[in-house]
T-cell receptor, first 113, second 114 residues
Framework: GNSVTQMEGPVTLSEEAFLTINCTYTATGYPSLFWYVQYPGEGLQLLLKATKADDKGSNKGFEATYRKETTSFHLEKGSVQVSDSAVYFCAPLLTGGGNKLTFGTGTQLKVEL | IAGITQAPTSQILAAGRRMTLRCTQDMRHNAMYWYRQDLGLGLRLIHYSNTAGTTGKGEVPDGYSVSRANTDDFPLTLASAVPSQTSVYFC?????????????FGPGTRLTVL
């Protein structure tokens, strides 16, 4: 089955710093890949996604590229803001018999002034 | 547009009691899901439903049951709650079950079983 490894947090950055959150996965076939974000006290929101190799998902200044050769989907942002403080989840999607996301443990990001 | 609503927001429950968590979506999505979120474990799928009238087991189904009588509602029932079911429960839905279909999440229910 699918599994996901995310870099452990918490990650603490200063505002305007560069962000990378690593994500690698193991999966049968070529899953779609998602990043979700969870702000404090809220549910998960889709941040971005990529559905095939070399696709780049982007949203709100965040980007991630589907790297089939390294089975990775690292999340990056050039300049983080305090409002980006949240928990970020990488999740490949397994299809067939259902639409099943496999979540990593999440990476907590804290951005300070 | 409300999206997905869950009720209750939070609940404290005595062990052995029966509890139903409610989930309603107004997007006319075919597929719905229940996850639990535990610290250090991420989210794990409990049950899912690809379309009204069908359900399936996820990664951690024991102790939980679901039904899908119509498109909009997907209740999760704990027949006899145990402390290990203390968790935050999220309901989600997607338009279908294609690889490109995004899952949308509700705000969650925080359940404590004593």
């Amino acid at each position: 089955g699918n599994s996901v490894t995310q870099m452990e947090g918490p990650v603490t950055l200063s505002e305007e710093a560069f962000l990378t959150i690593n994500c690698t996965y193991t999966a049968t076939g070529y899953p779609s890949l998602f990043w979700y974000v969870q702000y404090p006290g809220e549910g998960l929101q889709l941040l971005l996604k990529a559905t095939k190799a070399d696709d780049k998902g982007s949203n709100k200044g965040f980007e991630a590229t589907y790297r089939k050769e390294t089975t990775s989907f690292h999340l990056e942002k050039g300049s983080v803001q305090v409002s980006d403080s949240a928990v970020y989840f990488c999740a490949p999607l397994l299809t067939g018999g259902g639409n099943k996301l496999t979540f990593g443990t999440g990476t907590q990001l804290k951005v300070e002034l | 547009i409300a999206g997905i609503t869950q009720a209750p927001t939070s609940q404290i429950l005595a062990a052995g009691r029966r509890m139903t968590l409610r989930c309603t979506q107004d997007m006319r999505h075919n597929a719905m899901y229940w996850y639990r979120q535990d610290l250090g474990l991420g989210l794990r799928l409990i049950h899912y439903s690809n379309t009204a009238g069908t359900t399936g087991k996820g990664e951690v189904p024991d102790g939980y049951s679901v039904s899908r009588a119509n498109t909009d509602d997907f209740p999760l029932t704990l027949a006899s709650a145990v402390p290990s079911q203390t968790s935050v429960y999220f309901c989600a839905s997607s338009e279908g079950v294609a690889a490109t279909d995004t899952q949308y999440f509700g705000p969650g229910t925080r359940l404590t079983v004593l």
